[in-house]
């Protein structure tokens, strides 16, 4: 059994920032990517960033520059350093874990983000 559990949403002002965490816990395979999506009120998830167990990144366009995402394999943890957030950045963001290959997929169960004027 694989459990995700994430922290560090909340509310803080445009411009600002915040920093997420998501630890996994159970039967976690070595070949594994650990990552961060998120849904905006009344849209669909979408891809924020992810990375690999040997370091490969991927963002998304509109995070580029302002997101940065890192892990502690060592803690099979992921981090997401949000700078410049802006109204737009809200939504509620669910950690990811694609774990093993052919991998299988685990979510966590959200954390809230507002960004507010």
């Known amino acids: 059994q694989v459990q995700l559990a994430e922290s560090g949403g909340g509310v803080v002002q445009a411009g600002g920032s915040l920093r997420l965490s998501c630890t996994a816990s159970g039967s976690i395979f070595s070949i594994n990517t650990m990552g961060w999506y998120r849904q905006p009120p009344g849209t669909q998830r979408e891809l924020v960033a992810t990375?690999?167990?040997?370091?490969?990144?991927k963002y998304a366009d509109f995070v580029k520059g302002r997101f940065t995402i890192s892990r502690d394999n060592a803690k099979n943890t992921v981090y997401l350093q949000m700078n410049s957030l802006r109204l737009e950045d809200t939504a509620v963001y669910y950690c990811?874990?694609?774990?093993?290959?052919?991998?299988?997929?685990?979510w966590g169960q959200g954390t809230q983000v507002t960004v507010s004027s």
């Open positions: 990375i690999t167990n040997v370091g490969y990144k």
């Open positions: 990811n874990l694609e774990n093993g290959w052919p991998p299988t997929t685990y």
